[in-house]
């Protein structure tokens, strides 16, 4: 899914915070463009300091305010921390987001690793809102350790099954989370998966092996964000396509990785 | 008494008609039309395509682009959907915006850069082809570097097109006044200066190299001064308009290229940025303008660049 709208413009932000050792949630006022967010897309954020803008998943978009939650990685994001109060500029929203049409019929499970929780929290709440979406969801989340855990409850508060894994067993399983995954994941089932390119891989193995229904939201390097650049191409089904425009949100029996 | 005239952007370039000087540069606009609903696209001076090629290309593979300190290092192997393709619709929807249209052109040898130099300049929207003689991104040598191939490519190509050529050359030559020469001789209409610089990045976290193909063309702001450098010196030794381009931010940019001898200039890594940055840009140079008290633009074209210097 994709809206049309999307905008070139600087919005104030209103808090910067750390939620957790290195992870940060922005809120910025963006006015009526929240409104055109859907989940899976993304906004090209202009950080003061580098020369490209970063490419963050939406998070959250409730009336006025955009929210994003990333990882400090390297300088862009690093900067982007230190800002409490101020300007930045934005581009979005961008890309095609996650068919929810698809969950009316099946049950829903999200698979993400790390900042992956991102697109799928903001996917969450949209399924929570709409009416056609009554059944609750499983979420499957893995991290490197309890430390990397982020926003749990706000699945739970919406009713989600939450099932995590750890790498070093400091919660949850011990072990990758597709490991579970693989155990549980049923035909009826639609998979929702965001995370690092190991865990999509295998994600997109178990679902292809089951023939279970899905969309995978890649991640590649990219500089412009509307598909002009051409940098962030990807195979889709023989094809070549851009993470950007034609994605970043794929369906995952056309996802080649 | 008049107040505050409104300096004149529009300038003639090759006998194309611009309303300023300030077109996209190739590679950083895709097929030109896609930013339509961002950005004011007839408010630019002419909107200069990709790379096209005779046959459609898949480009390199990933990581393709790599950022450096004050710019960007790409790969990305001229990905295009191929001359036939392009001729439908893409330049249909370019059309409708209706500006001048460049088209910029490549090939894996001479008869390549003709046929699709003959399939483009047919068709009646498009109004000048920009031969890329200087894609750092094929494997093989490029043209360039090739001074008798550089020729003939730019002698055969004229012999087919119906419109006026542009050359844009790679700034990594040993005389870039001397290639320009040589692409005026072989009957270029005008010179692009320049494409990216080749260049290479390692990470040095992973030991592996930033982009796939290793080696990749370096723009953004960090290389505006040395393609200023090539503009000033090729505007020395040649009577066809230049084309500035590398690490065009703002109108002051934009002007430092026409002071130093560009006719027009184009706009890459900084409009992958921020689209509207092209627009922005062009406000920039009508406020310099007036606060120097210029009314034409066309007064600034080489100003500062009348005499000849050894070196």
Not at chain 1, 63 to 73: D, H, P
Not at chain 1, 190 to 195: K, M, T, W, Y
Not at chain 1, 230 to 249: E, R, S
């Amino acid at each position: 899914m994709c809206t049309l709208k999307r905008f070139d413009i600087t919005c104030k932000i209103i808090s910067n915070k750390e939620v957790c050792t290195n992870y940060f949630e922005l809120k910025i006022k963006a006015g009526s463009i929240a409104k055109y967010c859907l989940p899976g897309q993304f906004f090209m954020i202009g950080v003061p300091g580098v020369f490209l803008r970063r490419p963050i998943s939406v998070y959250d978009s409730k009336k006025s305010v955009l929210s994003f939650l990333y990882k400090v990685v390297g300088k862009g994001t690093g900067i982007l921390s230190r800002m409490r109060s101020g300007q930045l500029q934005i581009l979005g929203p961008l890309g095609k987001g996650y068919d929810l049409e698809i969950c009316k019929d099946l049950n829903y499970v999200a698979v993400a690793g790390g900042t992956g929780i991102a697109s799928l929290h903001f996917l969450a709440i949209k399924l929570g809102k709409n009416k056609p979406y009554k059944k609750k969801g499983t979420l499957y989340y893995g991290a490197r350790s309890k430390k990397d855990l982020l926003c749990l409850d706000k699945f739970k508060e919406i009713g989600w099954k939450v099932v995590v894994s750890t790498e070093d067993g400091s919660k949850g399983y011990k072990g990758y989370i597709t490991d579970i995954l693989e155990k549980k994941v049923k035909d009826s089932d639609v998979l929702f998966a965001c995370g690092p390119m190991p865990m999509l891989k295998k994600v997109v193995q178990i679902a292809k092996g089951k023939k279970v229904k899905g969309f995978a939201s890649l991640e590649e390097k990219m500089a412009c964000g509307v598909g002009n650049c051409q940098g962030c191409a990807v195979n889709i089904n023989g094809a070549i396509k851009m993470t950007c425009k034609d994605g970043p949100v794929f369906k995952i029996e056309e996802v080649n990785l | 008494m008049v107040l505050c005239m409104k300096p004149s952007l529009a300038i003639d370039f090759m006998g194309i008609k611009l309303k300023n000087p300030v077109l996209t540069a190739s590679g950083a606009f895709g097929y030109g039309y896609e930013l339509a609903d961002l950005i004011p696209l007839n408010k630019l001076g002419a909107i200069l395509t990709k790379t096209i090629t005779l046959e459609p290309k898949s480009g390199n593979l990933q990581p393709r682009i790599a950022e450096v300190s004050s710019g960007l290092l790409n790969s990305i192997g001229l990905q295009n959907i191929g001359a036939k393709a392009f001729i439908k619709e893409p330049l249909e929807n370019l059309s409708k915006v209706g500006l001048p249209i460049i088209v910029s052109v490549a090939g894996s040898c001479v008869k390549e850069y003709v046929q699709t130099v003959e399939i483009l300049s047919a068709q009646d929207t498009i109004s000048a082809i920009e031969l890329n003689l200087s894609c750092p991104n094929l494997k093989k040598k490029i043209v360039c570097h090739d001074l008798p191939l550089t020729q003939e490519v730019i002698k055969s190509v004229k012999k087919v097109s119906k419109v006026p050529v542009i050359v844009k050359l790679s700034p990594l030559v040993t005389d870039i006044a001397e290639l320009s020469l040589c692409a005026q001789n072989a009957g270029a209409n005008g010179i692009t200066l320049a494409n990216t610089y080749p260049a290479m990045a390692i990470d040095v976290k992973t030991f592996k190299y930033k982009l796939s193909t290793a080696k990749g063309g370096l723009s953004g702001a960090c290389v505006k001064p040395m393609s200023v450098r090539c503009v000033y010196d090729a505007y020395q030794n040649i009577d066809i308009p230049i084309v500035g381009c590398g690490g065009i931010e703002t109108g002051e940019d934009v002007l430092e290229f026409m002071l130093a001898g560009a006719r027009v200039v184009s706009v890459g890594s900084a409009s992958l940025v921020s689209p509207k940055i092209l627009i922005k840009i062009i406000s920039e140079i009508e406020k310099v303008l007036k606060e120097k008290n210029i009314k034409d633009i066309r007064e600034v074209v080489g100003m500062l660049n009348t005499t000849k210097n050894a070196c």
